[in-house]
Structure formats: C-alpha cells, structure tokens
C-alpha cells in the first residue's frame, strides 16, 4: 500500500490540472450512509431510488419531504472527515484543483473547498416542483412540502432519478474531466449516470486515474493506481507522502 501511496504522490507531484470526483463514500466517515447502505430505521422500507424520483414525491409528497428533513438532520448534525480536509490541503499543493461531487450534503464546502461542482445538486437548497422558482429559508422540522409564491410544492434542488443534470454544471465537468492530466475517483460505486462517465471521459484524454475505495467498482478496471482504503484514511496519507517527497510541508 505505502508503494501505491507513493506513486500516488510522485503523479501529484507532477499534475498540472487535478480532478477530484466523489460518491457518497466520501462522506461515509463523518456518519452520512451512502446510497447503497441499508436505509437505517424508518427508511428500511424504502427503495431510494423510488423516493428519489419525480414520481415518488408526486405519489407522496410527505413522505419524500420527510425523507430529505431526516437527511438533512443528519448532515447538519456531521461535520467534514480527514478525507475532505485532505482534499483541500492537497488544493494548496498543486496547482489547479477541482472537486466534482455527486453528493447534495455540501460538506466539501463545509471543509474549505472552493467552486465545488454539485452534479446532483444540495439537499440545502429548494426549488417549487412545477416552475422551479428557487425558494430560501425554508423552516425545519414540517412534514409536507411548503408551498412556493406560485401555489406550487417545494422540494428539494437535488437531482432525482430521470432528471436532467443541471447543463452548466454538467458542461464545466465534463471539460474539467477533459483538461485534467491527474483525476482522483473517491468513494463512488460508478454507477450512476451520467455522472459515472466523467472518469472514462478523464482517461480517454490521457489523465491517470486514481481510484480510492475499500472495494473494486466497474472504475477499477481502467485506474491506473487503485488504494483499496477508506478515503479518511488513504486521502491524509496521500498529502502527508506528498509533503515528504517534495519537502512541500506546510
Ligand atoms: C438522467 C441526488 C436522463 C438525489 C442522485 C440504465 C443504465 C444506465 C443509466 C440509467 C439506466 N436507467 C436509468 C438510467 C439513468 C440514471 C442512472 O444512472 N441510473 C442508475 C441507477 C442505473 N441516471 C439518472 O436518472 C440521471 N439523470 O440520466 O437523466 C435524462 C436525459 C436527458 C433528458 C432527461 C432525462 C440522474 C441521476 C442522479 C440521481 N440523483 N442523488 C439524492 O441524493 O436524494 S444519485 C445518488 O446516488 C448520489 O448522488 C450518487 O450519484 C448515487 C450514489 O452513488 P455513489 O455516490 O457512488 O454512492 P454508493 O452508495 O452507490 O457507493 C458508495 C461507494 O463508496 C461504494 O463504492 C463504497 O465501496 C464506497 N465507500 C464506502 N465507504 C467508503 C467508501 N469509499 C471511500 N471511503 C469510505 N470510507
């Protein structure tokens, strides 16, 4: 793993342009589940693919309210992990950095990462079901949708399953992904689309990819360093080698 740490390191030291492109498995560590784990409580029932469609909050629209109040408790309730602090630490360090995230907690933000592209949006923010009018301070704790100026429901500025990606943010990743000579790939299983495509889109221009997760995803297979880890754990190690090789420390 050290020798996998260190060639890590010397593409960093490299790189011109660095990618970082995140799931849910980033936030893991600071106590968000990802997607893919078993719904805690009350939502073991619950497919979040069917709660996270235009369909599911139509069909019942308190029950998906309530299901972004609960996740958005638990994120305000969290705080960013190792693995985001390091991201903004190796920012320092090279001289381009953006994050890509598919995840709506907003806690690459939180940790001090700057122009953060949001492909699935914020469970911060809101917007009315029907004309998209952007709605601010919504209070906490309701448990059905409130209603825009308009008369329409509000819900969530997230993307759901069968919504379009938000086109500028979708633009500006796929030239990041383009452009870039170095793309790290943390805590994603790679699956979801189009999102999923940015890391092909990245090694097909000639970037290296870096893949970090304790387990293989259908991304592995074109990495050109995998470090199976947890991204709290593998990110700090990374920055501290880094320093090490090129006596950058801080
Ligand atoms: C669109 C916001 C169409 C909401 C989300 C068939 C084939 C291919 C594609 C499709 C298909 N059928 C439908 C589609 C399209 C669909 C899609 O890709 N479906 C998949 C499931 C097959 N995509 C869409 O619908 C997208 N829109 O295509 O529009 C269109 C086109 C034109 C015009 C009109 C319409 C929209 C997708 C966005 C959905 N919204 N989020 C919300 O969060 O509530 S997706 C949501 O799930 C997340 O944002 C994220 O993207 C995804 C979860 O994935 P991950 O982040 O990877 O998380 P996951 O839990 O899966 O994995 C965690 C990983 O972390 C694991 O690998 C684990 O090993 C690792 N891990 C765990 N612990 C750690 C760790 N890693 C590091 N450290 C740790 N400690």
């Not at 490299?14 to 990618?19: E, M, Q």
């Not at 950095?97 to 953060?116: C, E, F, P």
């Not at 911060?124 to 209603?147: I, N, S």
Request: charge should be negative.
């Amino acid at each position: 793993m050290q020798q996998l740490i260190e060639t890590t390191a010397s593409l960093l030291a490299t790189a011109k342009s660095v990618v970082v492109f995140t799931g849910a498995g980033v936030s893991k560590e600071s106590g968000i589940p990802t997607f893919r784990d078993a719904q805690e409580g009350l939502w073991a029932n619950y497919d979040p693919q069917t709660l996270a469609t235009p369909e599911g909050f139509a069909a019942n629209p308190p029950l998906v309210w309530q299901w972004y109040e609960w996740r958005r408790q638990k994120v305000r309730d969290v705080k960013p992990n190792a693995g985001h602090i390091a991201i903004v630490e190796l920012s320092t360090k090279v001289p381009e950095l953006r994050v890509i995230t598919q995840n709506i907690d907003g806690l690459h933000a939180r940790a001090g990462s700057k122009d953060v592209l949001e492909l699935h949006g914020s469970i911060a923010r809101h917007y009315c079901f029907d004309e998209q009018h952007p709605a601010d301070d919504v209070p906490d704790g309701l448990d059905e949708p409130p209603l825009c100026w308009c008369g329409s429901m509000l819900r969530p500025a997230v993307v759901w399953f069968g919504e379009s990606l938000p086109g500028k943010v979708l633009g500006d990743a796929f030239r990041l992904s383009k452009e870039c000579d170095l793309m790290f790939v943390v805590g994603t299983a790679g699956v979801v689309y189009p999102a999923a495509s940015l890391p092909y889109i990245a090694k097909d221009a000639g970037a290296k990819v870096v893949e970090i997760n304790p387990e293989p995803t259908p991304i592995t297979d074109i990495a050109d360093v995998f470090l199976p880890g947890y991204s709290g754990h593998v990110l700090p190690q990374i920055v501290t080698t880094f320093e090490k090789i090129t006596g950058s420390h801080p």
